[in-house]
């Protein structure tokens, strides 16, 4: 009789948690990303509260449209794509894009190098470098175009925006092996 009481099993769990199991590569999924978001936010601080304030020829940086370009180039046409939406959605409202249109131009930009890139370009840092340095000067250029037409600044200023784009792609070579670091998490994104 005392057997019968000795073994008992075990009650069942009740709560949200409780019926959740992550695989191996679902929790590395989760790590990457969590990680690329928290990029994101050191380099939107590390923009709006230090590089602000150093301004050459009256010009600075834009790190976080070149993190969401980079990422996406790292993370192919599937999952890029997806987070340059995202991305450019928390970037506008955090108050540091230029615009709304700074959500159309970051997306279509970013998908669309990540698509020049994988149809013609090998995956590596040449490749990444240039598909960077394009699309922060051709988003830089539209950000200065829609300004004009919105009259936010006139056309003489066409050299602080250039000189925008220049002095961020200073940081991208710094910003490819952190990036590159994260992407090999939970095994490559894609093969060429």
């Given at each position: 009789m005392w057997k019968q009481k000795d073994f008992q099993p075990d009650r069942p769990r009740s709560g949200l948690l409780s019926k959740l199991y992550l695989t191996k590569r679902q929790?590395?999924?989760?790590?990457?990303?969590?990680?690329?978001?928290?990029?994101?936010?050191?380099?939107?601080?590390?923009?709006?509260?230090l590089?602000?304030?150093?301004?050459?020829?009256?010009a600075t940086t834009e790190l976080v449209p070149c993190g969401i370009l980079m990422i996406c180039l790292a993370e192919g046409m599937e999952h890029g794509s997806v987070f340059s939406l995202i991305a450019?959605?928390?970037y506008l409202f955090s108050g540091s894009a230029a615009g709304y249109h700074s959500i159309v131009l970051l997306t279509f930009l970013s998908v669309y190098l990540t698509y020049f890139r994988q149809s013609y370009l090998r995956k590596g840092f040449g490749a990444t470098m240039l598909c960077t340095a394009l699309g922060v000067v051709a988003y830089q250029l539209a950000v200065f175009v829609f300004s004009v037409f919105l009259e936010q600044?006139?056309?003489s200023r066409i050299g602080i925006a250039l000189t925008t784009g220049l002095l961020t792609l200073i940081s991208a070579p710094i910003l490819y092996p952190v990036i590159r670091g994260i992407s090999t998490i939970g095994g490559e994104a894609w093969k060429e």
């Amino acid at each position: 009789m005392w057997k019968q009481k000795d073994f008992q099993p075990d009650r069942p769990r009740s709560g949200l948690l409780s019926k959740l199991y992550l695989t191996k590569r679902q929790r590395q999924s989760i790590l990457k990303w969590t990680l690329y978001g928290l990029l994101l936010v050191a380099l939107s601080v590390l923009q709006d509260v230090l590089l602000c304030r150093m301004r050459l020829f009256g010009a600075t940086t834009e790190l976080v449209p070149c993190g969401i370009l980079m990422i996406c180039l790292a993370e192919g046409m599937e999952h890029g794509s997806v987070f340059s939406l995202i991305a450019s959605c928390a970037y506008l409202f955090s108050g540091s894009a230029a615009g709304y249109h700074s959500i159309v131009l970051l997306t279509f930009l970013s998908v669309y190098l990540t698509y020049f890139r994988q149809s013609y370009l090998r995956k590596g840092f040449g490749a990444t470098m240039l598909c960077t340095a394009l699309g922060v000067v051709a988003y830089q250029l539209a950000v200065f175009v829609f300004s004009v037409f919105l009259e936010q600044t006139r056309f003489s200023r066409i050299g602080i925006a250039l000189t925008t784009g220049l002095l961020t792609l200073i940081s991208a070579p710094i910003l490819y092996p952190v990036i590159r670091g994260i992407s090999t998490i939970g095994g490559e994104a894609w093969k060429e």
